[in-house]
């Protein structure tokens, strides 16, 4: 094997395992009460790779997406290690490492193109000569890394919410690398296996998901610099076009069908035109400053209540925009790189910018896993650059070495703020308590955190205490968060203050009239009150509302059970397959004293997530507390193994 096949070998081997070193923290990740419980923990029917599956994968538009290449890798985790969490963070580490090389192969042909060009500057080479492999490959190695271990990318490694970033990412380099192969040598764009595949990649890829729509906007980009195929020839680049801008019209109707049915847009009523340009100059500055500046990333940046162009927290960002924009557009000539990345982030980041809003969130870190690749191939222009200067003699060798040893202090700094930001991401606990460190105004961190603290209580009365002060501090900050008033009351309904878990479930209704949740929740107010007869028709509403799937009948176990009254079963049956409102149910119960009912709901809340060891706690003490000692004991040999630290806190022998 001659040097160059071996560095063309070894290179994105070693991204690959570097990038995968720095994310080691995310395997023993949790599943995250930020999205987690909706599509995973709480979701029955992606779990494996039959035909039912499969049908369900490609006909169903979940939480505002349709991703259904995404919910293929989501079912083979499931077929290969069932509800572990640690399975599905391996995953998503191995294909955010695949990426990294992928995109180290798309590095090395942009950054030829650029510097293997007679006349491009310093890095051109002398007089026709071009640059050698060692200098692209350098260059490739440096952006790939930039792009991978860069704490922006953190939250689409260790949140399993996010993985459709990372398979849409994949077939985006496949797609581009098409491309880029199908253009050589000639320039002119060849409709071989290259072209077709480059065009079955992005349609690929936004079945995985929607974020890579701006892709033909990229490829026009790439055509004007570094390629140079746009000068005498743009009507046939423009052409060549056409392929792609179909699937991204079809890519974006099915993106807007899906945010429709599964997600609020925000109406002008909410935000009007000053607040939504506030919002996109915001988002626009915004990618690009966190590349160069990471610091206080964090899970949730929400919205305000109110914004306007002339508030200097989206004043300033829009001035540096300008200004920034300005500069680029003065220095095109001397550096139009800057200028095509500058563009390609825009491009990318407009059709999440604000300008159509919903959700809770202003900006999101995982929107930056495209759009700063054009930022991470500007550093590794930058090392191919001084690799160039120093193979003409004209970089002193003391200079050179200590640009390389500030080349790789910025990756290691990279690295290690990676290494710490993934940590953030282990549990719903740590992550929402770094949330609100990050922004105290939130409301939405705090209603997280006290979702999180309520479900880590483990019947404490600190802990309850604890996480009651934070739903209150959520519901202080921003009364109309409809989330917030239903935290709340689920931690009164735990601690059987059942009139106020009403008064706060009703208000929650009314801000969330179209919820299954609601009226589910007040049900449960309802069983604690051994009132069945009026949580049934709230249960069969809730059903009506959202898709609660109904349970499977008591078997001769639940039947047998103390507090199985008929009235009780059809009820419980009416909650079905719901995780949480049945671990709530259960959780009450026995804080009202009620052992023997509690087993029923916290049985099935058990069989619906056996590897999840928050039901089996409450089920262990439910067991104990109705004085059936053996079975408390088989599930307690259960949980050692789960979560050795909750198995201890029970005391039971």
């Known amino acids: 094997m001659t040097r160059a096949r071996s560095l063309d070998f070894l290179a994105p081997v070693l991204v690959f395992l570097v990038t995968a070193a720095a994310f080691l923290p995310a395997l023993p990740g949790q599943f995250l009460n930020w999205d987690d419980s909706t599509l995973f923990t709480r979701n029955l029917e992606y779990r494996g790779l039959g035909m039912a599956q499969l049908r369900w994968m490609f006909t169903t538009m979940l939480s505002g997406h349709y991703i259904p290449l995404t919910w293929l890798t989501l079912g083979l985790n499931y077929s290969l290690g069932g509800m572990n969490p640690w399975g599905y963070h391996l995953l998503a580490l191995l294909l955010h490492a695949t990426n990294a090389a992928l995109f180290y192969r798309v590095a090395c042909r942009i950054l030829a193109a650029v510097i293997d060009r007679p006349g491009d500057g310093p890095v051109a080479g002398r007089g026709d000569q071009p640059m050698g492999l060692w200098t692209v490959r350098a260059g490739a190695f440096v952006a790939a890394l930039v792009f991978a271990i860069h704490p922006q990318r953190v939250e689409s490694v260790a949140w399993i919410t996010e993985r459709g970033t990372l398979v849409c990412g994949a077939l985006y380099f496949a797609a581009v690398l098409g491309y880029l192969r199908a253009v050589e040598p000639t320039g002119a764009f060849r409709w071989r296996w290259a072209g077709v595949l480059s065009v079955a990649a992005f349609a690929a890829a936004l079945l995985a998901k929607g974020l890579a729509l701006s892709l033909p906007v990229t490829l026009l980009i790439l055509d004007v610099y570094p390629l140079r195929r746009w000068r005498g020839r743009w009507r046939r680049a423009l052409v060549e076009k056409i392929p792609y801008a179909v699937v991204a019209l079809l890519g974006a109707a099915i993106v807007l069908l899906a945010r429709t049915r599964g997600s609020h847009l925000s109406g002008l009523s909410d935000y009007g035109l000053d607040a939504r340009l506030a919002f996109a100059g915001y988002s626009f500055w915004f990618y690009p400053s966190t590349v160069v500046w990471p610091i206080g990333l964090s899970p949730l940046y929400e919205v305000p209540l109110r914004a306007g162009l002339l508030q200097w927290r989206f004043l300033a960002p829009l001035l540096g925009l300008l200004t920034v924009t300005l500069g680029l557009v003065l220095l095109r000539r001397r550096f139009p790189g800057g200028l095509a990345a500058w563009t390609h982030s825009a491009a990318v980041v407009a059709p999440v910018s604000g300008l159509a809003h919903s959700g809770s969130q202003l900006v999101s870190d995982r929107y930056s896993y495209l759009a700063g690749l054009g930022f991470a191939l500007i550093a590794g222009y930058g090392v191919a650059w001084a690799a160039g200067l120093r193979r003409q003699g004209r970089l002193g060798g003391w200079v050179s070495a200590v640009g390389a040893i ?248």
């Open 406 to 653: 500030g080349v790789v202090l910025v990756l290691v700094a990279l690295a290690v703020s990676t290494w710490g930001q993934t940590g953030i991401w282990r549990d719903s606990e740590t992550l929402w308590r770094w949330a609100a460190e990050q922004d105290p105004e939130c409301a939405t961190c705090y209603a997280g955190l006290a979702e999180a603290t309520l479900y880590g209580a483990g019947g404490g009365r600190a802990r309850l205490d604890e996480s009651e002060a934070y739903a209150r501090r959520a519901i202080a900050l921003r009364p109309t968060l409809p989330f917030s008033h239903s935290i709340l009351g689920t931690i009164l309904l735990v601690r059987g203050r059942l009139a106020e878990a009403e008064a706060s479930f009703r208000t929650y209704m009314r801000l969330a009239p179209g919820e299954a949740q609601g009226p589910a929740r007040l049900a449960l107010v309802y069983l604690l009150q051994d009132r069945p007869a009026e949580a049934v028709p709230l249960l069969l509403r809730a059903r009506q509302l959202g898709p609660r799937t109904e349970g499977r009948p008591l078997d001769s176990d639940d039947r047998d059970e103390p507090g199985a009254d008929p009235e009780f079963a059809r009820a419980l049956r009416l909650l079905g397959n719901h995780l949480d409102d049945l671990e709530y149910l259960g959780q009450a119960l026995i804080q009202q004293g009620r052992s023997d009912r509690a087993v029923a709901p916290l049985r099935r809340a058990v069989a619906l997530a056996p590897d999840a060891p928050g039901p089996r706690f409450w089920l262990i003490r439910a067991y104990d507390g109705a004085g059936q000692s053996a079975r408390a004991r088989e599930q307690l040999a259960v949980l050692r193994r789960l979560d050795p630290a909750a198995a201890e806190r029970l005391g039971v022998r």
